[in-house]
Structures are given as C-alpha cells and as structure tokens.
C-alpha cells in the first residue's frame, strides 16, 4: 500500500492535521476522524504556531483549526497556511475547517475571510465533522446549519437595518445573478464541490467552476463559504431544523 492510500487502487486516504489546545476535544475529534476508513489522521497538535508548521511538513488534505489557540489563533493560522502557499501532496491549497463554540460569531467572520472553508461547532453531530472533512477536501465549502443560523442572525444584529432588511440587501446581491449562477451559489451553500455540482445540473466541472468564479465576482466576496454565508442570508438554503 502507498503512503496514504488504499489497497487496489481505492482512492486515497483523505489526509488531516488536528489543531486544538483542549485535549480532550483533539481525543474526540480524532476518534470521530477515525471512525471513516477514508481518513487518516496525520499530526495533530496543541498550538496555532505548531500548526503552520505541522502542515508544511505533513502537507495534509484538511487542517481543523480551532478558532482560539495559544501561539497563534485559528484564523491567524489560516491566513498564515494561506500567506505561504502551503499545499497538498497534489499541489492544491489545503482544506481549512474552523472548530467554534457558542459566542465566538466575531471570530467566525474574521476567518470568513482568512481563507477557512469549513466552520463547525464543537458540540455538533460527529456526522458533521467528517462531512465537512470531506467537503473541504473535495474543493467545496461546508457551514454547518447551525454556524450558518448564528452568523446570518450575527449579521442582522450587528449591521445596520432590521433582519428584513438584510435579507432584502441579501437578495437584491442575489438578484444580479443570472438564473444558472444563482442555482450554482444555492448548491455551492450547501457543501457541494465543483464536481457534485456538475454532475447534479448536467455540465461539465470545467463550466461550474467559471460559474462560481463569476459568482464569487459578482456578489464581491472572497471565497465559497463568503458565498455561502449570503446564499442562506438571502434566503436560498434552509436554516436547520428546530
């Protein structure tokens, strides 16, 4: 067997780097990890700084950051991994999900834009940590219902006007989308890669990722979980159950 891989040309492992300064939740998220054949826990580490490092000599798939850590935070970790252009094995930019608590929202949109991909809540479903594992590690960007609730509400509370009229800027950006682009941003929200995508409306991977790269332009944010934080501000995914 390959370093990485499964036997008789199974896809590779899904490689992943653990940052967390509680080690009891490092335990438990490694334990969830390890529940998936598909993924193997590379490093794992207590400290943001360690982290930067870890990656560049790993070069894993996916990093789980948690959002505060001594040395350096999460979101400093990320922009740091994103500043040096760490990469994978294959030469793509690693996966980043960010572990958040309750009353951490100011931290989740400064990651927003600190090059994170994925956002989790720590008392989340272990089902949700490997699906965001796998969505990051496939290209896409994965919010957990519960982190997309908090920020959208996040948002209202904080920036000028009512709920109503958030949602009402949310889709008057959305509005300027062609119909295509806005079907694209409603599955990009809710986890899918480029090539889930491609597959679910008929075109080739090639043509989903210029609809997203027109998205991204579009609407002005920087990446897919930016997007993807309007999408659901706008009204076109559902918020969770309950």
């Given at each position: 067997m390959s370093d990485g891989g499964l036997e008789h040309g199974a896809p590779a492992r899904i490689r992943v780097l653990i940052a967390d300064d509680e080690p009891m939740v490092r335990a438990g998220v490694r334990a969830v990890l390890a529940t998936d054949p598909g993924i193997e826990i590379v490093a794992e580490t207590g400290d943001g700084?360690?982290?930067?490092?870890?990656l560049r000599r790993h070069r894993p798939d996916v990093a789980v950051l948690d959002i505060r850590m001594p040395g350096i935070d999460g979101i400093t970790a990320a922009a740091e991994i994103r500043r040096v252009g760490v990469t994978t094995r294959t030469g793509a930019a690693p996966g980043i999900v960010m572990l958040t608590t309750f009353g951490e929202d100011d931290y989740i949109l400064r990651a927003l834009s600190g090059g994170a991909n994925g956002f989790l809540i720590k008392s989340g479903e272990p089902e949700e940590l490997i699906a965001g594992v796998r969505a990051v590690a496939d290209g896409a960007a994965y919010l957990s219902p519960k982190v997309a609730a908090r920020?959208?509400?996040?948002?209202a509370a904080t920036r000028s006007g009512g709920p109503a009229d958030r949602r009402a800027a949310a889709q008057r950006q959305v509005a300027g989308l062609t119909a295509r682009e806005r079907d694209v941003l409603t599955l990009v929200a809710g986890g899918?890669?480029?090539?889930?995508?491609?597959?679910?409306?008929?075109?080739v991977e090639g043509t989903v990722k210029a609809h997203?790269?027109?998205v991204l332009?579009?609407?002005g944010v920087?990446?897919?979980?930016?997007?993807?934080?309007?999408?659901?501000e706008a009204g076109l995914v559902a918020g969770p159950a309950g």
């Open positions: 700084r360690e982290a930067v490092e870890l920020v959208v509400a996040h948002l899918l890669s480029n090539s889930q995508i491609a597959r679910r409306i008929g075109v997203v790269s027109s332009a579009r609407l920087a990446n897919r979980a930016a997007a993807a934080v309007l999408a659901h």
